[in-house]
């Protein structure tokens, strides 16, 4: 006796605002570091869950303006990793220092995003990404039933970290 199918929902959200922009750098294995540049992120999104009483996974108009906030806390920012083992940064009243190894960087404090992540690589990025949107998932619907997220954070046309959450 053969099994009935399985069907499950999906929505994907790739539009063009969902952006944001910011400077980093990328600390390797071997303790080098590249310079200080930035790049013009675009976040994608897919969401797996089942349909609601109405037919939908989740409203396109009701989650969207979920992730646009959470790319405005990154865009226009200096991006600090929070947990890697030599960097770090230390606010002082309006600047922040942010040192690794012979580097040193003072920056406005208010410029500066200190992620709880190791490095801000586009994997990482999107990790921090996915892990804040799922709160404010539950937070928005508490009953919603995620089967799976994933997010994916584009550095340059092409090249992108993605990160999945499968519960």
């Known amino acids: 006796m053969s099994s009935p199918p399985r069907e499950s929902w999906s929505i994907q959200i790739e539009k063009d605002?969902?952006?944001?922009?910011?400077?980093?750098?990328?600390?390797?294995?071997?303790?080098?570091?590249e310079r200080l540049h930035g790049?013009?992120?675009?976040?994608y999104v897919g969401l797996h869950t089942d349909l609601d009483a109405h037919g939908l996974v989740v409203n396109f108009k009701e989650i969207k303006p979920i992730v646009r906030a959470l790319c405005d806390e990154l865009d226009e920012h200096f991006l600090v990793p929070g947990q890697h083992?030599?960097?770090?940064a230390l606010r002082q009243g309006e600047a922040c220092e942010i040192r690794y190894r012979?580097?040193?960087?003072?920056?406005?404090?208010?410029?500066v995003v200190v992620l709880p992540i190791g490095n801000t690589s586009a994997e990482n990025l999107a990790a921090w990404f996915g892990r804040n949107l799922?709160?404010?998932?539950?937070?928005?619907?508490?009953?919603?039933?995620?089967?799976?997220?994933?997010?994916?954070?584009?550095?340059?046309?092409g090249q992108r970290g993605i990160w999945t959450l499968r519960e």
């Open 134 to 157: 799922r709160e404010r998932l539950r937070g928005r619907w508490p009953s919603l039933q995620v089967r799976e997220l994933s997010i994916a954070v584009e550095e340059t046309p």
């Open 17 to 33: 605002y969902l952006k944001f922009s910011a400077a980093h750098f990328l600390i390797f294995p071997d303790g080098t570091a």
């Open 85 to 88: 083992p030599e960097l770090r």
């Open 102 to 111: 012979e580097r040193r960087y003072l920056v406005p404090a208010g410029e």
């Open 39 to 43: 790049h013009n992120y675009k976040v």
